[in-house]
């Protein structure tokens, strides 16, 4: 098999967040989560990869073929060396993202990104107006993202908004598509989670349509449908280990940001013990689900195989105990009755959600002072 | 809607955001944009390493001559891949 050569590096160079959103899904190890430090006693460290560690990933990046770099968490600002990171993707040719939550960007830190070659940002909103997207978030973060979506516009960065739409925002797409007018951001996406009605879902892509053509040519709207309610899997990836690498804040490499905590029997390799080219040709867990040799029926014999590439490894996993099963959202799936018997429940109830769990965002542990006091 | 009328005397340049690169792998050239690379086939890196202030009327005329081209099709296709990519927002109109 000839592997392909991945065209996007996720970069997820922090864990740490000042947000608590319910839906995230990023894991809360505190061990993940440490300040980087220079390694002891010359063996690897652990914590979070350094300043030279990240530029060694963003070189390595670029000459496996890769083109995009997203700066991504937890929240990246938080890292004091993001705009150092950028200049060296752009020094690398890399076409440099940045997403983020806004918090902590002030007109010192604009200025520092852009002049490091920060080529687009893509901020997150919780909803359209502060109460709502204060509890979302579970924090005081609306009205300051207001204020960084408009110091962004200032700085002559181009903009996109990124909203996570479930049962308690979706009914207020109407209000989000015309915030991302008013501050003047030229795309939107609007990324369902799995669990709105199919009523709510359907009026939801009706606004959704509209808007885009109403607003066609000035901004990009991009409506995920919540593939609960399709009858073919998405094509996830667009391949496992075809186009994308995520690398996360301690080196580990992985073929999809959410392999690590959905598929717990595969091994990652980190980038402190192998160079990026011969884990993303060689290692384990980028060939397992590579191609179609892996493939189960009905996957393996279909005509689809090589549009959707059953589907997402992380949604099998999940639902019926195997990253190795066709994705159960496929109606050819023999574990589709999964994915029906969770529609009924949600179906069934009122659209509004119940109570959530905030995410309890992980303490680094303290380095010891020398003083015995705390 | 589809823009089909663009002026001879319009400038096109690439829209804000957005790259025009040479893929160092395939030695091809590409449009890099927030969340997306579109690979360009020959006539569209032709017209768009153009797109640097001139107007239209001087791409059709400079391309014209130098593939030895009739300049009414040639100026249809440079009209038709300009108006997509501005649909798609990567070029706009100045």
Known sequence: ?374 | MRVTTISDLARPSLAKGVRLQIDSTTGKSVLLYPEGIVELNETAHEILSRCDGRTLGEIVRELAEEYEADSNALATDVRDTLSDLQQRKLVEFK
């Open chain 1, 1 to 374: 098999m000839t592997v392909p050569r991945p065209y996007a590096l996720l970069a997820e160079v922090t864990y740490r967040c000042p947000l608590h959103c319910p839906y995230c899904s990023n894991p809360v190890a505190a061990s993940l989560c440490e300040a980087p430090r220079r390694p002891q006693g010359g063996g690897y460290s652990n914590g979070e990869l350094t300043t030279e560690e990240w530029k060694r990933v963003i070189r390595e990046a670029a000459a496996l073929g890769v083109l995009q770099i997203g700066f991504s968490g937890g929240e990246p600002l938080a890292r004091r060396d993001l705009a150092e990171l950028i200049r060296a993707a752009r020094e690398a040719k890399l076409y440099t993202n940045l997403i983020t939550s806004g918090i902590g960007l002030d007109d010192d830190r604009v200025r520092a990104l852009r002049d490091a070659g920060l080529d687009s940002i893509q901020l997150s909103f919780q909803a359209d107006e502060s109460s709502l997207a204060d509890e979302i978030a579970g924090a005081r973060a609306h009205e300051r993202k207001l204020d960084v979506a408009a110091k962004i516009r200032a700085a002559g960065i181009p903009l996109s908004l990124n909203f996570v739409i479930h049962k308690r925002n979706i009914d207020r797409l109407p209000q989000i598509i015309d915030l991302t007018e008013a501050l003047g951001a030229e795309r939107v996406e609007l990324a369902n989670v799995q669990f709105p009605t199919r009523k709510q879902v359907d009026r939801a892509r009706d606004i959704a349509t509209a808007a885009k053509a109403r607003l066609a040519g000035k901004i990009d709207i991009f409506y995920v449908l919540p593939d609960y309610y399709e009858t073919r899997p998405k094509p996830c990836l667009n391949g496992w280990g075809q186009r994308y690498l995520t690398v996360d804040p301690v080196g580990d490499v992985l073929p999809c940001p959410t392999a690590s905590s959905a598929i717990p029997d595969l091994r990652f390799e980190n980038i402190r013990a192998r160079n990026l080219d011969w884990i993303w040709q060689e290692s384990e867990s980028f060939n397992r689900f590579r191609g179609t040799e892996w493939m189960p029926e009905p996957c393996r014999s279909c005509p689809q195989r090589e549009i959707d590439f059953g589907g997402c490894r992380c949604q099998a996993a999940l639902l019926t105990g195997s990253a190795a099963n066709t994705d159960p959202v496929c109606e050819l799936s023999p574990n589709r009755a999964v994915v029906d018997a969770v529609l009924r429940n949600i179906n069934s109830s009122s659209d509004y959600a119940g109570d959530w769990r905030y995410r309890q965002n992980p303490k680094p542990r303290t380095y010891v002072s020398t003083s015995a006091s705390l």
